[in-house]
């Protein structure tokens, strides 16, 4: 039985039918990936024809609805633009008759600058004439006080040089005086002591040789006496005799040595003594002569200091005032000078503005008032009233410039209507450049344009218009899956 079986399955061993099978199921399975390959590129194939019709189909729709965008925007824009015609023409006329009117205006102000500054430069003159009599008033009074205060210290000065010169000449007197006064002292006191001096030695010498006399007699028989007993005590002592003599004559040498310098200290102090009285009543009245010298000098330093003083002081008060003097017609000069600098420079703008002036402002430079009849006359008797402030006491000097004011305060006028219309104007331009932006952004259509909002690109059916994503701004395709491709086909 196993034989038969064998014999029926074709007569192949088991290893040629494993073989068999191993490259049947090889086989299969490279049809299989075959057959899925080809599925896979046609499904491929047909997504890519797929995506271009889907981008071809998108493109015609956008195509379509920017045509029927543009004519009805185009409808909108050519009644705008009637509009916005119509209106501008309403307001360049408008502008025109305003232009006229300034125009007329500023004819008129150009008069009334004209008259004002005629009337300003009249003012101004009449000002100058006056500043310059006054500097001239001014400057001779300054020449008369400064003449005169140049004689009067003149003066001063030399009666005070004078009065220096005579107490100079009188101090001169005074010492000379006194140095010869103490001269004449110091040589008389010298005188008298060498009188003194030479009468004492005199004296001395006298009695010196009537003392020697006696001192010799009495010496001698002294001596005799002494010679005697000398030869007694010398037979009875001689050995002591000698050391006496020696002792003795020594002693006596001492005692007269003593004695005369005795004599003499006594003699020298006794002079000293005189000579010291004298001396102390000299002093005493060189001492009252000196202080009354003394006396005399301080009264004639204090006078001379006093005089001094009085001297600077006069100096420094005329030095003060002759600064003052300078300082102030300084300041004038300086003030003077700003005001001509200020006339100088209102002259050059009155200048420039004349030249910035129209030919009906020339003619006719005032503008007549918009009062009536009874403000004027209001105005007329308020103006004639006596004001009661300061400010308005003060404004009466300057009634004279009621016409600049009033040009002024016209130009101040046009200038504030200008400045609002320009702002007008402007607003009227940003509204216009709006609208224009809004109308070019209709036009052209770009990416950047329909990825913004836009009341123009809203329709009646949504689906139409291809749908956008707000994360990457991507496009949506149509995807169909494989199963169900594969089951439509097989």
Known sequence: ???????????????????????????????????????????????????RNSAVNVHKLTQQWRAVLRQTRAAELRSDVAVISQTFERVLDRKDSVIKCLVCDLSEAEQ????????????????LALQKGRLASLEQQWGSSLGELGLEFNSERSQVMSQHQQEFAYLEDVTFAMEQYYSEADSEARQDYQSTRDDIKNRNIEEKHALRIQLEGTV?????????????YNEATEDRHIAFEALRTRDQRSAQEIDTQ?????KMQDSISVLRARLSSSQKE???????????????????????????????????QLANLTIHSNAAAKKLQAVITKGERLLRLAEMCRKLETEHEKVLPF???????????LVKAHAMEPPSEELAMAMLDYSDLERFWQRYNKVLLERLCLEREKGVLTQENQQLRVLLRQYLDGISVSDEVLRHRN?????????????????????????????HVVQRTL
């Open 286 to 320: 060189s001492d009252g002569s000196a202080r009354g010298l003394r006396a005399t000098r301080e009264e004639v330093t204090l006078q001379a200091r006093q005089l001094k003083a009085q001297l600077n002081n006069a100096r420094a008060a005329q030095r003060i």
């Open 220 to 232: 001698e028989g002294l001596w005799r006496q002494f010679q005697l007993s000398l030869r007694n």
């Open 367 to 377: 503008y007549n008032s918009s009062l009536t009849a009874e403000d004027k006359s």
């Open 455 to 483: 009341p123009l690109l809203m329709v009646s059916q949504p689906t139409l218009s291809a749908p956008v994503t707000t994360d990457g701004q991507r496009k949506r395709y149509t995807v169909i899956e494989a199963a």
């Open 1 to 51: 039985m196993p034989k038969k079986g064998a014999k029926k399955g074709g007569g192949m061993t088991e290893e040629e039918r494993l073989l068999y099978v191993q490259q049947r199921a090889q086989a299969e399975e490279e049809m299989a990936k075959r057959k899925e390959d080809m599925l896979t590129q046609f499904l491929k194939d047909k997504l890519q024809k797929e995506e």
């Open 112 to 127: 009334q600058s004209a008259q004002a500054l005629r009337s300003h430069l009249q003012c101004v003159d009449c000002l």
């Open 262 to 266: 005795m004599r003499r200290l006594q």
